[in-house]
């Protein structure tokens, strides 16, 4: 089994950043497809960012192409989400994901483990 644990989240002015992490625990992930996905209030769930077991093939939604960063520290066993230039509308509730298979994918069935999220407010 594996645990995730997310921190960083924070409420923030408009064209700031914030820098989330993603705490694994119970096996090592640097095998592993990690992704973050992002609920607002009242909408589904939406994928934002994955990141293959290699570190260098990583899949970006539209919304955040440009301002969001995805990295991986194995060591730590440890993910971050980089965010710049934050909007309004990405405020939601982030988490992390994590998939034993080496594909990037963009909906949460095809992750396995996830967190219990972390709020990220964003002020106009």
């Known amino acids: 089994q594996v645990q995730l644990v997310e921190s960083g989240g924070r409420l923030v002015q408009a064209g700031g950043s914030l820098r989330l992490s993603c705490a694994a625990s119970g096996r090592t992930v640097s095998s592993y497809t990690m992704a973050w996905f992002r609920q607002a209030a009242g909408k589904e769930r939406e994928f934002v960012v994955a990141?293959?077991?290699?570190?260098?093939?990583?899949n970006t939604a539209d919304p955040v192409k440009g301002r969001f960063i995805i990295s991986r520290d194995n060591a730590k066993n440890t993910v971050y989400l980089q965010m710049n230039s934050l909007k309004p509308e990405d405020t939601a509730v982030y988490y992390c994901?994590?998939?034993?298979?080496?594909?990037?994918?963009?909906?949460?069935?095809?992750?396995?483990?996830w967190g219990q999220g972390t709020q990220v407010t964003v002020s106009s």
């Open positions: 994901a994590a998939a034993t298979t080496a594909q990037l994918h963009t909906i949460p069935a095809g992750y396995t483990y």
């Open positions: 990141i293959i077991r290699s570190d260098v093939i990583t």
